[in-house]
């Protein structure tokens, strides 16, 4: 809608209402059913100004908010919590109950940062491949390209004119399943861009538990 991704329902209200939510900087629109679609959209188009800054302050809080990375931390990946450390081995990986990455000990904190989000980028990259063909079979879409990027207000997005679908590089913190509801979302946008019934009835066609998996990612780990 108006070139983003929007929650649109239809409920019984005089007006047009838009907000952002403050935990994930989603944009929330609503709209009587007797408001034509091209008028919402026309309003959205012009709060674009507005939308920008808001969901700004929605990642700056969440910066803000998120502790510094330093050696001993625990920090996430795919669902599960290890004991972030340094050391000189052949590769930044997982070491029982640890994540060790390959740089030295007295590591400045941007470089600990880099570093593990590097390891989180390889690591995603990894496995979209295969999580890609499974569900885009599942879909019936197929996306011209995957990007993985830092969002912070946004688990993912699509471009339905070419087809290039973007994901967070967060996603790499939570269980598979997550990143295959977001997968799966994102794919459908391609068949049906609108928030709609349609929408959320493809979605629950290829993923029962999608719900489930929402609220999931959407309370955080």
């Not at 929330?28 to 100004?49: H, K, M, Y």
């Not at 990455?101 to 590591?107: R, Y």
């Not at 470089?111 to 590097?118: C, V």
């Not at 087809?163 to 391609?190: D, G, Q, W």
Request: charged residues 25%; aromatic residues 8%.
């Amino acid at each position: 809608m108006a070139g983003l991704e929007v929650l649109f329902t239809r409920k019984r209200v005089k007006n047009i209402n838009l907000r952002i939510r403050p935990s994930t900087g989603e944009i929330c629109v609503s709209a009587s059913l007797l408001v034509p679609r091209r008028v919402v959209e026309n309003f959205v188009a012009s709060r674009s100004d507005w939308i920008a800054k808001a969901q700004q302050r929605v990642q700056h809080r969440r910066e803000q908010a998120e502790p510094e990375i330093v050696v001993g931390s625990h920090v996430l990946f795919l669902g599960d919590r290890y004991k972030l450390c340094t050391g000189s081995i052949s590769a930044t990986g997982i070491h029982q109950d640890k994540l060790v990455l390959n740089i030295p000990q007295d590591a400045a904190p941007e470089r600990i940062d880099k570093a593990l989000n590097d390891f989180y980028r390889k690591e995603l990259l990894i496995k979209l491949p295969t999580l890609a063909d499974y569900w885009e079979q599942m879909v019936g879409a197929k996306a011209s390209e995957y990007k993985v990027r830092r969002m912070k207000t946004r688990w993912g997005s699509c471009n339905t004119h070419t087809h290039r679908i973007n994901l967070s590089l967060e996603l790499i913190k939570y269980p598979l399943a997550c990143i295959e509801y977001v997968l799966v979302h994102e794919l459908t946008h391609l068949l049906e861009p609108s928030h709609n019934s349609r929408f959320h009835r493809l979605v629950a066609e290829v993923m029962p538990d999608w719900k489930a998996r929402k609220a999931f990612l959407n309370k955080g780990m």
